[in-house]
């Protein structure tokens, strides 16, 4: 008989929807090792939170998260909320010998994110940190293509943007995301820290970095307390944005390639884009997260006239997780992502060994974060120990 | 109180696991006028049947379809059944006054069609050919473009093209889709009525057409009793195949358009490849399905300076069902087809009246089916009454 | 010592320019046999002629092309008139024992362009017709890459379009290419043309045949004797267009593949656009002119999970024709098809030996070009012999 | 009558054989001020030198620069030699009152282009550094489009990439290129300096920049003296790379723009790619040169759910320089560039007024360079005074 294990969820907006969208999922698509059911869903709010979990498919809810990790049936907690409540919850649940599924960025600092990793290896939890982009089936066969030598023994640049537009209106509101003591970082933490990922994961440890952050808006109308007001008002009372609107730094990898990346916010007609481009001593892979179902490839194996970028178009038997969904040619989308690497963290948990990326690795990309924006702020090149 | 919807599927393989995931996620993004329950799954083999029940989210099986349709508490008959299997299914559900849902194409003939469709109209009942595509964001944002007259007011040139790859290898065995017996046809009433049904939608109904059918491997290896044999083997017995691999053909529609259409299952590299073009007096539309949330505009009422081809990702609040699920620039995929028919079916069905596309419209498509096929038996043009 | 070539152009307007260029240019960038000499241009106007002279480059001019023709030391005849010209002047050019080079459709009908074919063959002279697409650097690549098996034993489908926008406003006026006494036919000869020589060039040749021909806008403002009208003005008389706006046709080719085809001028956003399509039971091959630099190629040679299509940009030194040019990367355009062609055609008069398309490969092209003709009047299928 | 100038040309290699074509060509497709005649070509060896003469179209030969100089027929200097011959070339020229065009980069140093730049304005001659890529159509019709308001009133970023690969094998020999005393530097004056040339074209000057150089491969094969060979042999002597083989670096603006470019020779299967993106309040611009007959323009303005990037083929009348060409569609190329500019420049030479980008341009650009060079040394922020 399989195991069965209880979730409980903190938060339900975006992310939560997009989770509890893979907790329900992933049993349907995936041959997993236990069952799952989707104990609680906890929010401050509970009319709220009711509706939530009537919505997303939750059996219970509550209103304090303390009260998810009490409970001794939840096996698996998963946190989606701001990231300033990161580090209490998931210090609390690795204390409760659970296993930890938290959103990124980790934490809001090194510090946080080093005293997070401690308690979860301490406890032996299984943990996890949600950059789900390392799922998309077409990053899977790139970070294949690369370990088998498709790339070369050599990588020489690692470029990568992640590019979106929706705070472009200067009258677009103060939201947690661009205050700092909630949200840490703007641009930096929320989407620099999914490509910093992926170069991590694709490329390897950074050495050196040297950045600049930007805030182009420096002020915007602040939210009514209702939360509900969402454009701005004449007369309306206006709030210092506290984090950054664009980071773009350059860098070194131990291996000696080199790092150009750029988070922003402020790109007109990028809606959600992630490109990266790795040329290696053989050829190159590219990567744009608004065609996510293709990996383009250059190798310089092929015959010499007949050279050029493969347009891959990953949905393939053959190719990572896209075999559990639908025949070749049909492709899938963003929530997917999650629905992977659920699959592989539920797996974990049965087995009680982590896979990647966990806590380690989203402390590994908070150092390099901090050493960003430590850069920007002293002007200085930074090494990573 | 919400009305509650009870649904029996009859059918479980490829496009079963298509439907059953609408079913399940429907009520989960969009806001429906019922709540609906997966209660009964109906297929040959029990035991399958059983495995598929719980893997899929229904609650109960059967191994006859007349259980479903004797079944009173059944409110939608949903048929993913192969294509000679439409028709009795359909009309006994019709007859049971239930809602019906029937997977393309709808019938094996004219006379089949037509008598499914006076059969539904008989009994009142709400009915639906699942043709998914015209519920691809990118398409029904077309329509409305269409509509509003984006295009200008005529159109020229309907061009559309359904190109597969999956049976190239002359050792893919004889499955029941290349058997005329079981199927029908082959591409013709498989991939061909897709575009033919998106061209009705988009562009008008069709007056005339000439067309061209084509086997290019002409026997294959017959499929053991098991159905696992699925590569040949030495000596191994051939059977005909006795349905078309590629149908190619030209008409007119009533508005005076040109209609130019291919379906094949022998391009290489095309793995699910539907793509059309609409020029119209003051502007042009192209769509491709591997590229699903984009959708390509030119318009004449631009800039003499900078016209060009825009690049629209569906993924937008502005964008038809798309508000329903992500963030803008957040990409979804090909099931997300299904869950948009299927929240316009059940609201239909609540509502008690039928919408596009209608038995009716199945029958439209057959005819025009029917007649290119004609056509390529008599080397004629065909006139649609 | 290298031999020398005198030229004799006739026309001097949209191909002449073309043709000028590419005489000026080829002993620039290919190592000739032959010097040239652009020694006169022939038109009916002596001043636009002569004016015409200056600015392409020629020493001298004309205002009867039987002077080019008596003219002892021109070597070739280059013909660049309207297409109810072509025979005339060929004929003698042949008979006067120049090489000919005439542009694209060779003649009027079938026996005229037979009529032409028999002139030359019987006189010996070297002759080209001016199918400058077979020259683009990435359809050359094409042809080399079927020839050595790329696409494998057998072509399935030869799919192509060359879609213009030009003549969509219904106030552009009656030129000459609208009417059938000067052109033959609208988008039939002067563009339909062109895709049904590259399907000769790289498929093979075609067995049987089924069009439509459409006449979108049936009647334009006249243009006024000065040629220098080409906007309508209210109450200006109205002229019947007697050639088509459009031409659709389906095919079969005698190696057994499926020809389908379309030529337009009312694609909007489509300036000067040639794709084709050719799937082959090892690979595909894909071209558009538009993007005339690249040429894309499928391979199911290619391992199982980096199968895509090639992005081949056609600028390498192992290419046919470029490495004469600028370094990898650097694109060529339009007018340099032309050189390539000129610079085959000379090599051959210096060999005394044509190379392709000959005047026999502009007759077979007009040999389809009729069959497709008749089948539209007669709405038969047209088997060519 | 027309003005008659004559061009004096020094070197005749890859630029050389660009600047002739470039020369010839001008006069046939635009309408100049003034006649050209292709003097004299001066190169060190007598014999290559009259080869390339006649190949090229020069009616003249020298072997030292100095004799162009003093020719007094000579009108303009075309200056196309290794860099570090840039300087006394010009001085000379000025001094004698010539105008000069020069390629990029225009010296090896500040001190050297200040040099330059004053003794062009105190001479009063015209001139002008070649940046060709400022009249790519796509280029020139993205300066016309930010101009007149298309993109808003502020650039948030500007991102550029100049990309190639032709030295990636380590065996490729040590040719001047990579040599500091004959080159100044690697990708960064080579093809760095035309990125950040189109940055101050079309987003204004640079504040302050902080960047990396690297050297992949440390050593090379000695080319032998022949200057023949092109690969390496065992045992053949090996000489130190002493240029960058890729530079990356971040910046600002003095609008606020931030600046993110890279430059690299170890890019496999980007052959010669620009591409550039630029940000503003209003809309997007993007650009990539090995598609050079298109632009990409996303607009705020288009209707909200009919926004994309538009693929704007650059080939039409209303566009730069393109109808002196070819009709709609009929794309152009690299070579093209330099004649558009040569245009420019002739028009000025006639004038007698110089049109950017001029020596102060190239002077800028290389104060620009040195910055980012000694910031890569220093590994500090260096700000433009």
């Given at each position: 008989m399989k195991k069965q294990l209880n979730v409980g969820m903190i938060g339900y907006n975006f992310m939560g929807k997009a989770h509890s969208n893979a907790w329900r999922q992933v049993g349907r698509f995936f041959d997993l090792p236990a069952d799952l059911t989707l104990k609680t869903v906890c929010g401050r709010n509970p009319k709220k939170t009711a509706t939530a979990?009537?919505?997303?498919?939750?059996?219970?809810t509550c209103t304090d998260w303390r009260q998810v990790i009490d409970d001794p049936e939840i096996d698996i907690v998963d946190i989606t909320t701001p990231n300033n409540t990161h580090a209490p919850i998931a210090l609390a649940a690795a204390a409760a010998g659970k296993a930890v599924l938290c959103e990124k960025p980790l934490g809001m600092s090194v510090p946080e994110c080093e005293q997070m990793t401690a308690a979860v290896e301490k406890a032996g939890v299984v943990n996890m940190v949600c950059h789900n982009y390392r799922r998309v089936p077409a990053v899977a066969l790139a970070k294949r293509m690369i370990e088998r030598g498709d790339l070369g023994e050599r990588i020489y640049h690692y470029r990568a943007r992640y590019a979106q537009e929706w705070i472009m209106d200067p009258n677009f509101p103060l939201v947690w995301r661009l205050r700092a003591d909630v949200a840490g970082s703007g641009t930096h933490g929320d989407i620099d820290a999914h490509i910093i990922?992926?170069?991590?994961?694709l490329v390897g440890e950074v050495k050196e970095v040297c950045g600049l952050m930007e805030t182009f808006i420096k002020e915007r109308p602040v939210l009514a307390d209702t939360g509900a007001e969402l454009t701005a008002r004449a007369g309306q009372q206006m709030g210092a944005v506290t984090v950054d609107d664009a980071v773009s730094w350059i860098g070194r990898f131990?291996?000696?390639a080199i790092a150009n990346l750029e988070a922003t916010r402020f790109a007109a007609g990028r809606k959600n884009q992630v490109t990266f481009e790795i040329n290696g001593s053989k050829g190159t892979l590219a990567f744009d997260l608004e065609d996510m179902n293709r990996l383009r490839?250059?190798?310089n194996a092929d015959p010499a006239d007949a050279r050029g970028f493969r347009d891959i178009l990953v949905t393939e038997a053959e190719h990572?997780?896209?075999g559990s969904w639908w025949p070749a040619g049909h492709v899938i989308g963003y929530e997917h992502t999650f629905v992977h690497t659920f699959a592989e963290f539920v797996t974990a948990v049965v087995n009680g060994k982590s896979v990647h990326p966990t806590f380690a690795d989203g402390l590994a990309?908070?150092?390099i974060l901090s050493a960003i924006q430590e850069s920007a702020q002293t002007r200085q090149w930074v090494t990573l120990c």
């Open positions: 979990a009537a919505q997303l498919g939750w059996a219970g990922d992926l170069g991590r994961y131990e291996n000696g490839f250059y190798s990572p997780y896209v990309t908070e150092r």
